[in-house]
């Protein structure tokens, strides 16, 4: 099993940044798959960004060049970092993580961008 707690949370206005940080209860190395999900009120959960255990990372479209997603192998953490911030960018991001063919998410993190 993995567990999973996210911070880094609040709210921030339009052009600010933001680090989510995704705590994992064991080694990220030994995780196939982890991400940063997000749902806005009324939208179904979408993907952000994924990075495996072998350092390959990939974004949806719409935060490529505004996002990075990262992992911090002795803290056992993956993180978010968000940049140039917009209000469609407000929703609960949540970490996922995949592995041996089982799902696990952490509970989430509200994110809100607003002046």
């Known amino acids: 099993q993995v567990q999973l707690v996210e911070s880094g949370g609040g709210l921030v206005q339009p052009g600010g940044s933001l680090r989510l940080s995704c705590a994992a209860s064991?080694?990220?190395?030994?995780?196939?798959?982890m991400g940063w999900y997000r749902q806005a009120p009324g939208k179904q959960r979408e993907l952000v960004a994924t990075?495996?255990?072998?350092?390959?990372?990939t974004y949806a479209d719409s935060v490529k060049g505004r996002f990075t997603i990262s992992g911090a192998v002795a803290k056992n953490t993956l993180y978010l970092q968000m940049n140039f911030l917009k209000p469609e960018d407000t929703a609960v991001y949540y970490c996922?993580?995949?592995?041996?063919?089982?799902?696990?998410w952490g509970q989430g993190t509200q994110v809100t961008v607003s002046s």
């Open positions: 996922n993580a995949k592995k041996s063919g089982s799902e696990y």
């Open positions: 064991r080694s990220i190395l030994s995780i196939n798959t």
């Open positions: 990075f495996t255990s072998g350092g390959y990372t």
